[in-house]
């Protein structure tokens, strides 16, 4: 097919924190350098900031690095952290506040702020653009292009496909964009990045990578009970009663508005369980109900994270390009916070591109990108939490919280061992015969909703006459394997219902629905499906939710 074709210096897939900090940062070094580059930044959601969903509580330390400057530029951090609590949920209405003293301290937020860091990635793409970057938003990128073993660039998705694969009216073919390097900073569990991981064999010899799916709400509360930069965490219930990981969050931000949301380890091993069930009934907890009561929810969300941290780290350089951000697994556990270390990937990541430009370079793979990685603060704060995830895993959270405390606060620094945690997250569950039986209370639609309900107000949308971007290897699987075996775990793991064990129409038995319009693309179901059957794929440009202030 021809298609039509844009070259560029840099290319750079996705516009979140990783991204556009790297586009930022190239164009200052060519200025300063008195150099002429171009810088394209494709982004697959509607606009910059529409599928980004995060905590956030905010480390400054990247953009202190990129633009000193920030405050007077009227970067959005307006809400400064003013006190941490931090509990652990005995039951559903026990809890006890654990001391400062006994909290490992890269949970303690001082200096840190309040976020939205959909915003920060508007403002971001803002001053990205005055250094003369061109910012696509509603460009799926479908394809990478490789040719003579190096990466060249990507494709861009077709427009107007039908769902059997006619092309409708108004049908246009995806470009071509071409790069001397390209930069895949899609976020977590990237379908570009899983793909480049495979083909160049970027993790031989790491641990697997390791998620979770946090899921989130933004709610206007009573006036009375906002507190502008507050920080709540918790953890135990009721995740424990699950037989899970993981943790919830509470976060005071500005105009009488809080984020509240539940990190479940996508390690879990009981299918029966539900990430977003085990939200909704969080939110009756007393220490969460006392400031939702009363309040209206505004948005909701939900989106995977990478959890592997320092011992899952594929290789990030390959011929052509960089893998950065959450597309590499960036995100510090321990500190519970992935964007500064995005954004300083981005900046090392820039850094080396343009000294590979400015030594005429295009194409080779950057083979001294690592030893800058090394030398940064980034990988030192990644190596000194390598146990922090592994620890959980192996111990739960109590035992992996106090080995994180004796590291952290005794004797600062890492154990001189490292903990590993070899099995994938797909392969834990166990079947469903040998697994407890979760029963999750009705939704009251005052503090606790449904599926269909939450996916309205994420703004999910998709032109429904497109080709389904759920992708099936073994169609039979589902009903075949993970019907009998795991009670297929679709049903209960998506946080948007997308997946539906139904009766056929015509009353001859079950079949497999897949619900491709209600995906909010937080890619879970291509984490966790036991089977690995489950591939996710971009769907037409511009498609998904268009999340406000999160």
């Known amino acids: 097919m021809e298609r039509e074709s844009m070259e560029f210096d840099v290319l750079i897939v996705g516009g ?126 479908a394809e990478t292009i490789v040719e003579d073993g190096q990466v060249k660039g990507i494709i861009t998705g077709d427009m107007g496909v039908a769902r059997d694969g006619s092309e409708k009216d108004g049908y246009m073919p995806g470009m071509e964009l071409r790069a001397k390097y390209t930069l895949f900073t899609e976020g977590c569990r990237g379908h570009l990045g899983k793909r480049l991981i495979n083909e160049f064999k970027l993790d031989e010899g790491k641990d697997p990578q390791h998620y979770g799916i946090g899921i989130k709400e933004l709610w ?20 424990n009663e699950s037989g899970s990981t993981g943790g919830s969050f509470l976060y005071h931000l500005e105009n009488g508005q809080v984020y509240v949301g ?55 350089s390959f011929p052509g390009g960089l893998l950065l951000g959450c597309d590499a697994g960036t995100l510090n556990s321990s500190k519970i916070k992935g964007s500064h270390t995005a954004m300083k990937s981005g900046l090392l990541g820039a850094e080396a591109v343009f000294e590979a430009l400015k030594d005429g370079k295009a194409g080779e793979e950057i083979t001294d990108f690592q ?31 106090a080995i994180a405390f004796f590291e952290q606060n005794i004797l600062r620094g890492s154990l001189p061992i490292t903990f590993h945690d070899t099995v994938p997250d797909y392969a834990t569950l166990k079947p469903a015969s040998e697994a407890k039986t979760i029963s999750y209370p009705k939704p009251d639609n005052k503090l606790t909703f449904d599926r269909l309900s939450s996916v309205f107000i994420s703004n999910t949308n998709h032109e429904e006459d497109q080709p389904v971007h759920l992708k099936l290897t073994n169609p039979d699987i589902p009903l075949k394997e993970n019907l009998p075996k795991y009670d297929e775990p679709a049903q209960r793991y998506c946080p948007a219902g997308v997946y539906e064990v139904v009766e056929k129409d015509d009353g001859s038995g079950k079949k497999f629905q897949i619900n491709a319009q209600n995906c909010v693309h937080c890619k879970t179901c291509d984490i966790k499906d036991p089977a690995q059957n489950i591939n996710w794929v971009t769907p037409e440009g511009g498609g998904g939710p268009n999340y406000p202030n999160m």
């Open 16 to 141: 979140g924190p990783a991204g556009l900090s790297a586009a930022c940062r190239v164009m200052q070094l060519a200025q300063e350098a008195g150099e002429e580059l171009t810088v394209c930044v494709v982004e697959k959601g509607s606009e910059i900031g529409a599928h980004i969903l995060a905590g956030t509580v905010f480390e400054p330390t990247a953009l202190n690095e990129l633009f000193p400057d920030w405050k007077e530029k009227g970067a959005p951090l307006n809400t400064p952290v003013t006190r941490d609590d931090i509990f652990l949920l005995k039951d559903q209405q026990k809890a006890t506040k654990i001391p400062n003293g006994f909290v490992p301290k890269n949970m303690h937020n001082h200096g840190n702020y309040i976020i939205s860091l959909g915003n920060l990635c508007r403002w971001l793409a803002e001053q990205a653009e005055q250094l003369g970057v061109e910012v696509y938003p509603g460009f799926a990128a």
């Open 220 to 239: 206007d509360i009573d006036p009375s009970k906002h507190e502008p930069g507050l920080v709540v965490h918790t953890t135990g219930w009721p995740l």
């Open 262 to 316: 539940l990190i479940t380890d996508l390690s879990y091993s009981n299918p029966h369980l539900s990430p977003f069930d085990e939200f909704q009934r969080l939110k009756l907890h007393p220490e969460i109900s006392k400031y939702l009561e009363g309040g209206k929810r505004v948005s909701y969300g939900a989106r995977a994270i990478s959890k592997g941290g320092y011992n899952a780290l594929p290789k990030m």
């Open 371 to 401: 030893k800058r990685f090394e030398d940064s603060w980034l990988y030192k704060e990644l190596y000194a939490e390598r146990n922090f995830g592994p620890a959980m895993h192996k111990f739960g959270n109590i035992v992996g919280g």
